[in-house]
């Protein structure tokens, strides 16, 4: 009976701990590390898509800056292409003006060596008493033509960058005032004159007439 009671006893033992062992050995179950892999792949995953994340913003940055500096150089290229454009525009017509105004130059400097190599020509010592009167009126026809056109030329030039070549001008205007002014001054003392001897001259016309009536 006892051999019967220990066996019995000892299966009992047995079947005990084949039901603790489960319990007993928990850090080595397939369930824990299942669950531990799963936490390192995920912690793995979290940090490949910090690292992508941060990827991105650096490329978002480095976008950024691009665009930047893309519309920096846009503001600048069309800043310095109406600048260039306005100043080749100004540069153009000036050259024009320039180009137009040296030209004109050149026919007014024909023109006034023409007069100056006519007027050089004349010689009033060579003139004869017989031919005065006409070599005279030539000559001041040669030196009125010579003034009207180099007056023309100053007003013309009057409001150019060569206005100064011509210094005050023509002295025709001035001295045409002056021989107004002369003229107006004549006959002034003329009619004065006039008018002081006219008894005079009457009183000697009267006596003439007497003598002659003799």
Excluded: Y
Aim: a negative charge.
């Amino acid at each position: 009976m006892s051999s019967i009671a220990d066996r019995k006893q000892h299966l009992n033992v047995r079947d005990t701990q084949m039901e603790m062992s489960p319990s007993g050995s928990v850090g080595s179950s397939p369930l824990t590390e299942d669950f531990t892999g799963k936490l390192q792949e995920a912690q793995t995953q979290l940090e490949q898509l910090q690292q992508q994340q941060a990827e991105v913003e650096r490329q978002r940055q480095e976008l950024q800056e691009l665009n930047d500096s893309k519309e920096e150089f846009i503001h600048g290229q069309v800043e310095i292409s109406e600048k260039l454009s306005t100043a080749v525009t100004a540069m153009d017509r000036e050259i024009f003006a320039a180009r137009q105004e040296i030209e004109e130059l050149e026919q007014a400097r024909i023109c006034f060596a023409d007069h100056l190599e006519k007027i050089n020509q004349l010689n009033p010592d060579g003139w004869n008493n017989d031919s005065l009167r006409q070599d005279l009126t030539r000559a001041i026809s040669v030196l009125d033509l010579a003034e009207d056109e180099f007056e023309q030329a100053c007003d013309h030039f009057s409001g150019g960058r060569s206005a100064s070549i011509f210094g005050g001008g023509s002295s025709k205007s001035k001295r045409s005032s002056s021989n107004v002014a002369a003229d107006s001054e004549f006959l002034t003392m003329f009619k004065n004159g006039l008018a002081f001897n006219l008894p005079v001259v009457l009183l000697g016309t009267l006596a003439l007439l007497v003598f002659l009536l003799k």
